[in-house]
Every structure is written in C-alpha cells, then in structure tokens.
Nanobody, 128 residues
Framework: QVQVVESGGGLVQAGGSLKLSCAVSGGTFSVYPMGWFRQTPGKEREFVASITWTGSTTFYADSVKGRFTIARDNAKSTVSLQMSGLKPEDTAVYYC?????????????????????WGQGTQVTVSS
C-alpha cells in the first residue's frame, strides 16, 4: 500500500522561506508524477505545483510561480517544495500527492482527480 507522508510545515514570517518534504513508500516512486496542493477552511483544495515522474518538467499555479520550487529525488523516494517570499495568503494545509501515470494522463496535472495517493497534510502558517 502506498503511503505519503509530508513534513516541514510550521510558522514563518511574511517574506520568509520554508521547505516541505514528502516521503513515499510502498510503491515505485520513480513512476509517480507528484503534486502539491493546499487547502484553507471552507475552500476547495487547490493546486500548487507538480512534477513529472522523471523530474524533467514542472508546473506551478500562477499564484506561486517564481516563489515556489518543486523537486524530486527518485533515489530517496522524496519530493520537496521550497517556498520563498511567503505571504499570509500562502497559509494553508499543504498536501502531497502521488499519481498513477494512467490517472495523470487522463486528467490535467492541476486536477485533484489526477492523483491517487494523498498524505495527511502539513500546516503552513505565514504571519504578517
């Protein structure tokens, strides 16, 4: 069974940086496209960033482009999200997700339906 576990959340001041990590076990990490999403109370879970299974291509939401960087290490079965220039509106629970390639190809990378395995989330709070 595939397990996805996020870590690295916390409290940071506006303008600061934080790095989230996600470890995947129980499957073949190197064939999973990976994504990060975030959610605030009362709102839909929204796409943040994603990366192909080879790591050759990345995608970002407009709201984080130029500030966040997604990367993966297939040897360690991990994916990270480096966040800089944080803003109070980045406050959310951040979720890591892994996709089966078939799901990924059926759905847009920014669609939650493209992802099959989800972590429990990690809280990021940005104070003003």
């Amino acid at each position: 069974q595939v397990q996805v576990v996020e870590s690295g959340g916390g409290l940071v001041q506006a303008g600061g940086s934080l790095k989230l990590s996600c470890a995947v076990s129980g499957g073949t990490f190197s064939v999973y496209p990976m994504g990060w999403f975030r959610q605030t109370p009362g709102k839909e879970r929204e796409f943040v960033a994603s990366i192909t299974w080879t790591g050759s291509t990345t995608f970002y939401a407009d709201s984080v482009k130029g500030r966040f960087t997604i990367a993966r290490d297939n040897a360690k079965s991990t994916v990270s999200l480096q966040m800089s220039g944080l803003k109070p509106e980045d406050t959310a629970v951040y979720y890591c997700a892994a996709a089966q390639i078939a799901s990924w190809l059926r759905n847009r990378y920014s669609n939650r339906l493209a992802y099959d395995y989800w972590g429990q989330g990690t809280q990021v709070t940005v104070s003003s």
